[in-house]
Each structure stands twice: as C-alpha cells, then as structure tokens.
C-alpha cells in the first residue's frame, strides 16, 4: 500500500468500473437513458471513466456542479434540484453552451423562467411519490397538467417528462420493501403519464433515480431514464438498505492510529466528522455505527473485522473498539481501513480521492 | 442585506469581537494565559481579530492547520491532537520555526520524538477527565509520573503540564451541570499536579479548554491555561448545553427558498449537508432540529421564529416547517436566515464566510 500520513479516502477503481458496467447492463436491457448522478463522486476524472463506457448524459445536484462538468466536457446535463431562479444569470450561461434539463413543480418558477430564459431548455416536472421532501404529490393532476399546457405554450420550453426521486426507499430493509417502494412509485408514475396523454400532451418520459431501487429492480420496462449516484461506490447505509453487498463497496478510508486504551479495547485514528461527516447506520442493538474496520490482504479489502467499528467521532478525533485480537495486532502509527457511511458526504468532505497505486483524483467538481 | 443566490454562511463581526472580548477579559481576571483553538474559524482573518486583543498563543487540531496559521505569522502553537507520529517530518519543519506544543500520551510517542525530533518542542500529558475520548486516565498517577520522567529526562522534550479537553461538559442542560464537570475536572488535575509535584516535578501548568466551562465558570484560580474555540462563533448546541444565549450566536446562514408546500406549511431550500453538516439537536418534543429560522430587521438578527426550524436535511435540500403566519410571508426567491448547530463543521464545510457588508472572509486555513 502506499505511504499514508494523514486520513484518506482510497478508490478501487476496477470495483467503480464494475459497478458502473452492472449498471450500464441494466439500462441497455430495459432500453432506458442512463444519466448517472454526479455528485457522488464530484470528479471530471471518474467522470472520463463513465464515458469509456459511452455514458453521454448525466445528472447533478447544482448549477455550480453543472457549470463544472459542462467545463469538462459533459454537454447533456438535468439539474436534478428544483431551479433556484437566483441563479438565471449562471442558468443562461449554461443553457448557451450545452443541452441543459431543468427540474420545476410551480407556476411562479416557470413564468420567470419563460420570461428570463435567452435559450431554449428542456423541463422535467419534479413529483413526489412519497419522499416529501420536493416535488408535487403524485395526485394532484390538475396542478400538473396545468403546468404542462404552461410549459407546452412556452415558446422557450421544452417539455421533457415527469421525473422523480423515490428517496423514501432509503427507509427499506430488504430488498422485498425496495421492491415495493419501486411498483408504488412506478405505478404513480405511470397514472400521471396516462392522465397527461389523455389531455394530450404525448411524449410524456418517465425518469427515476434513487440507487436502492435501480440497484435491485431488474425490469423497468415503463421507465425512459434511470439516474443513480451512489452505485459508483456504494457505502454502509446502501447495504443496510440491501442495495448491495458489502465487497461492491468501492472506497474505504485509511486513517492513522495515534493512540491506544488498552482498558477499553479501543483506538483513536486521526479521522472525524471533518473527513467522515456525521452520518452513522444504526446497528441490531441500536448502536450509532460512523464505520466497520476491514483489512487489505494480498491487495485485496475483507470482509469488515468482527465487532469492530468506529464508536464516535469528533471534529478531527475518531475513537474505534476493535475486538480484543485485532486490538493487540495493532499499534501507534499503523493505518486502519475504515467502510465509510455514506460515500457522498465523504467525497465531499474529502475532495480528492487515491487510487491504491497512490494516484491523486480531483473530486471538487462542484 | 447584501446580494445573495446560493447558500452562504454570514458572521456579525462585532459579536465576534464581543465574544472574543468577554472571554479574554475572564482570563485577564483570573490571570491565565489565553490560547483560544482555532479550529472553530479556521481563518487568517478572524485570527487577526484575536491578534487586536493582543493575543499571540493559539491552539489547533492538525498539523496541517498549525502549518497554515504558522504562515499567518502566529508563533506559539499547540497542536491540541495527541502526535501522529507519521508526521514526524512536517512537525521537524514547524518546529524549526515556531514554539511548537505538542500532546503526548503514551511511552512510545515519546521515545520516538526523542529520536526524531530535531528541534526543541514543549509537551503537554494529556489527561482522561472523564471524556473517555482521548488521553491517559487522571488516576493513572504511575503511567503519568513516568512519562513525566520520560519527557524531563529528554534533551529535546520540555515538560509543560498537564492538558485536558472536558467533552463531557457537552452532555450539561444546565450552568449547574457545567460548573460541576468543571469542578470536577480542575480537582482531578489538581489532584495529578500535586502528585507530580510531590514526585519532584514542578512548575507543572494546568490547561483546559472546552468552551461550555469556560463560559459558564467565572474562576480559574488553579489554572493557568484556556483553550476555548467555539465561543467565538457558538451555536444552537451551545444554547442547549446553557454556554450561552442564542443572541450570542454570531453566524446565521442564508439560503434561498425554491419551493413552497402549503399542504405541509414547509418550504425547500437550497443548502443541506454539504453546508450545515448532518448535526442535529434533539428538541423538547425529541424532534431532530438542523437548525432554527430568524429574521433580520433593521440590519439586526432577531429571535428564532416560533413553531419554524429545519426538519430534515439531504446533500443539498433543506426542508423548514414554518409557522403559518412566516409561511404566508415569504416566497420562492426569498432568502431565510437559518441560526447553524454547530458552528465548527458549518465553517469547515463552507470554507468562507461573508460580513454582513457583503465582504468575504477566507475560513480554510487547515
């Protein structure tokens, strides 16, 4: 392994291109747009990895992280975060340069976009089929038919379809309950598409995105475009969810131990809430868990070291327990291997990413 | 109120100053030496807000970030983060330059800076008051005596003192709790003190830090040294813990609205946890609460607004309940003031912050 000093965040980049080509498979099979979601991984770098694979559209989460892709080359971007219109000027710019797809659920926000817009974008209505967090609620088809005749008479407009973001699948357990969350959602989603058609309104694309259900869903056969993130690397909460498998986990932190308590069978790293975030899973026993502790042997990362994990952290201080064998294999000085929580909010902290042969990735695309 | 579009982290420099003020006029009184952690602002230029106090001894959390104030021109730093001896070459170059303080806990770390190091540093045990984060146990006398011996026997290492940071003073409700962790840690030092002293070591100094004893405790007879660092911006988590008032709070971030619910009374903002960190308090009612919603009239930040606080939080949405009558008051557009929970993550994750002039203040020094 390469020499590590302070706390880093290590990529597996033949893991990332295999959970990018199971993804890719998928799309192709159902004969759906793929438009993975950056924001992820926040990195032009990772990004050329999804073009070798021919990936031409892409998904962010907001005009600074668009106006950094289209930079990189992407021309085919969907802002999947309902338009702020004090950002029009940043939005005209990007709306000259590339194809640009924009996300809207208000009268008020498409009436300044038709009167601000200098360029012609495509528009997606935002739904909500049970996440509340954005988006009109599913059944109110008036109010979304409304805007569409808004968006159809807009001389500037384009309009593209519904999309959604199914994020209440974040609450499943077993891949039986994602499941569930998918029909329910795709089922809303196609009773919006029939109403609009029968007001007359044709063309109508479906896109969905959440990496749970797109992870496990093998058949979407209703659906134009998929858009996960968090598939390029997985983390904790997507196998707690039971999108994945612990060993499809991509990335893993490598922090120093700086000291040891032998009374307490734990150890502090030089790793906290500024490189980790505060995320945690909570365990069987309904212990906040910030990470598991795995090895590299032979080049290769195990399986998570039985009851071993990290129990706190603080700004900078991160405290680990690790069960008694591990604790006195370890000593001050060497690197421990953590399984992140949450690979988003971690890239993000981190802003760079290695690869195990050491080399650096950018990952500030945003 | 200057122009704002996307999330940004405003600070009220005259209660910066008042804050700074109050403290040090408390270590004036009680003859202590003042040397606030710096983690908290992470910015050259609010450190030259401290300089105008006279300060010129500081406290940090890395290497790295004592490397970045050693370049601001500050020349008494402790690293308040036991030594991560993998380091080593980047503490010889900081030593070289400035009055380097160092936290040792263990024999080996101080048995390998006598090895490596190549310039004079001072060193400070660090102490288990009753955190259980880092530190050697306070009743451990045996273990602290002989590494007491181990730093005076050593031709590089200076004996400074004993250091403690009381965490545990962030469980307290109330002042009373606070002053009872206080009293509790400073007799535990005591205690190690006159231990030491008996043993032969004198001149050993006592220093303690956190920021909810240090503002709450108005007598410092017994020590010598504080090191607080949130108190210059505080937070929510502070007005629960009781270090202070919400008034005291001087940063509120800004973030506009981009949508609206009037099913829920909710509204949608842009700015989550790549801006406020995933740090919650847990309300009366045991609601998670990312923060409170104030308003500011006549340049002046009010009271939080009854019944409006941020209810959930994702990468980059923001969910505020609202109570009907602010609801009603406000449109997409509109930007909220929203009052942080925690300051430090807050800062490290916005890396800048804005006077209310509209003047943008580096906060990355780290």
């Known amino acids: 392994m390469m020499k590590i000093i302070t706390p880093i965040l290590l990529v597996n980049k033949n893991q990332v291109y295999r959970n990018i080509s199971k993804m890719i498979e998928k799309a192709k099979k159902n004969h759906v747009r793929f438009r993975p979601h950056f924001k992820t991984h926040q990195s032009a770098v990772i990004g050329e990895w999804f073009k070798e694979f021919g990936v031409s559209s892409i998904t962010v989460s907001s005009v600074k992280m668009a106006e950094c892709f289209a930079n990189a080359g992407w021309d085919d971007i969907t802002i999947a975060f309902p338009v702020n219109i004090l950002e029009i000027e940043k939005i005209n710019n990007l709306a000259k340069k590339i194809d640009l797809n924009l996300l809207v659920e208000s009268e008020n926000v498409i009436r300044f976009l038709e009167n601000e817009l200098e360029s012609e974008v495509k528009v997606w209505i935002n739904i909500d089929v049970g996440y509340h967090r954005d988006g009109i609620k599913w059944d109110k088809w008036d109010k979304i038919t409304r805007l569409a005749r808004l968006i159809e008479d807009s001389k500037i407009l384009v309009l593209k379809g519904i999309l959604t973001h199914a994020g209440h699948s974040y ?19 196609e009773t919006i598409q029939m109403y609009l058609t029968e007001k007359g309104f044709f063309n109508i694309e ?4 959440d990496t749970p259900t797109v992870s496990i869903v093998d058949e979407f056969s209703s659906v134009d475009e998929i858009r996960p993130g968090n598939f390029v690397f997985y983390d904790l909460k997507q196998v707690q969810i039971s999108s994945c498998s612990e060993n499809e986990i991509a990335i893993r932190f490598a922090c120093p131990i700086v000291a040891k308590y032998e009374d307490r069978n734990e150890v502090l790293i030089d790793g906290g809430a500024i490189h980790f975030s505060k995320d945690y899973i909570l365990d069987d026993n309904q212990r906040k868990i910030y990470g598991y502790i795995t090895k590299e042997i032979d080049g290769k990362w195990e399986s998570k ?6 129990t706190s952290i603080s700004q900078e201080h991160g405290t680990i ?24 909010l971690a890239t993000n902290l981190m802003g760079k990413l290695y690869l195990t042969t050491g080399q650096e990735i950018e990952a500030k695309c945003r």
């Open 321 to 344: 327990k690790l069960n008694v064998e591990y604790f006195n294999e370890v000593n001050i000085g060497d690197v421990l291997l953590i399984i992140p929580v949450h690979a988003c």
């Open 305 to 310: 070291i039985e009851d071993s994990y990290v």
């Open 206 to 209: 479906i896109s969905v995105g």
């Open 171 to 189: 609450k499943s357990r077993t891949k039986v309950e994602i499941v569930q969350v998918h029909i329910d959602s795709i089922s809303k989603m």
